[in-house]
């Protein structure tokens, strides 16, 4: 799992987002045995003001798009953890977890120094 550090801006990383989420399939037609996908995510840096802690969870009407952007609203950088939901899918686990840092840049070109520790559940119907 990477950070991708998009070479356009942050309005341009959400437009890409917009188009691809519109086409991604929906949970319940790429995941069928999935009641549910949570994905929470802590953050952490250098500063004293890091973001709050985040949690995402997905319904099989959604759509099964897990690329998103930094929390920081100067920077142009995206996780994507679709290669990780679909290993945890793959390999029945519950539960998934791991740590990656941002490598986009902020306002000024500075590189965000934002850590995210990330864990996934999946929660699968009832047999």
């Known amino acids: ?8 801006s942050r309005d341009g990383v959400r437009e890409r987002q917009r188009r691809d ?3 991604a399939p ?7 045995e ?4 949570e994905i929470d995510f ?8 890091a973001p709050s802690p985040l949690l995402n969870v997905f319904h099989p009407p959604a759509r ?11 920077c142009n950088g995206e996780v994507d953890l679709t290669r990780e939901v679909e290993l945890a899918v793959k390999a029945d686990e519950t539960q998934a977890s791991g740590h990656t ?5 902020r306002r000024g070109g500075t590189a965000c120094l934002l850590q995210v520790n990330y864990s ?5 119907q009832a047999v």
């Open 1 to 8: 799992m990477k950070f991708a550090a998009p070479s356009g």
């Open 21 to 23: 989420r519109t086409t």
């Open 101 to 105: 840092a941002c490598s986009g840049h």
């Open 42 to 49: 802590d953050f952490s840096d250098r500063s004293e003001f």
């Open 26 to 32: 929906l949970l319940r037609a790429r995941f069928p």
């Open 34 to 37: 999935l009641t549910s996908v």
């Open 120 to 124: 996934i559940s999946v929660h699968r």
């Open 64 to 74: 099964a798009f897990f690329r998103f952007v930094c929390p920081y609203s100067d």
